[in-house]
């Protein structure tokens, strides 16, 4: 079940991924083409997935009228490599995969040490997205509730903060996440883009011509005026994204999630409404701890 995670080369890895994980360092190849949407869980990692396919394929798709965004779930168009990898790979995947036209797009949520080493080694691109922990713990909770087996009980809220305080959560420390990225991204700039959602939800805008530049396939200034940029921002947007069929019903990925679970409130500052005085404080110590030194900060939290 979804409660079920282990310690292994430094992270909580959901025990169902640990498989997978290891079958992808031994087998992924990467290509300098390639673009990993990397992420915390709930952190926006749909998001960002909608938000690369769009910009990335922006010439190819430049009609909107059947992007294939309209049609398809974000995780089924940038699969998880913990998904695609596992106790059944072999050397037919291999192919599927070597086929895949380029660019090849994939998300992942393994924490950046743990990457396959010619993700590390090659000039493939990393995007990488995070949010401020006060709302990332408070969308985890909320989400873990809703996916968890009919059979176990809610975790409660005071619980599920001890645990994420701790550190224990899937792919986490979430510290230790966002800290590896950090420093891979300020080492090597041109590989690893790092975005907070609290920043993308506030000007999407900049950050999609951010995001098209780092790519190396930024908006003409025509494409500016003409409303490319509009129309990326508004098909990735929740509103937009929740209300289609497709993001509806139906499940996804090796844990077979609701798809539906993937949009709640889609906002900055929700945790407000969750939290007491003295978890505020007891968190705010933990980021100010953790980050203290690092160059990485969050608005948004107190
Ligand atoms: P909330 O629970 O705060 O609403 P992930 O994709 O990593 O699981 O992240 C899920 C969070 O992203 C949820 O946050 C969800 O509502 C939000 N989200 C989903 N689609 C979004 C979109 N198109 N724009 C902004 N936020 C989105």
Redesign the pocket.
Known sequence: SHYHHQLFQNFWCPSIHVEAVESMQKHFQAKESDVIVA????????????LTFAIINHQRFSSFENHPLLTSNPHELVPFLESLFGGNFNDHQIQLLENKPDPRLFGTHTPFPSLPESIKESNCKVVY?C?NPF?NF???W??FNKIKPDSLPPIPLDDAFELYCEGILDYGPWWSHMLDYWKESVAKPNKVLFLK?DD??EDTNFHVKRIAEFFGCSFTEEEENNGTVENIIQI???????DLAVNKSGKVGKAAVDKKN??????NG?WINHFSPSMIEKLSKIVEEKFDGSGLSFKNCS
């Open positions: 992420s915390f869980p709930k952190s926006g990692t749909i998001w960002i997935k909608a997205i949010r709302d408070v969308s985890a909320i989400y959602y993308l939800k990735c947007s929740f509103e937009k994204m929740k993937f949009f709640r409130k889609g906002e929700d």
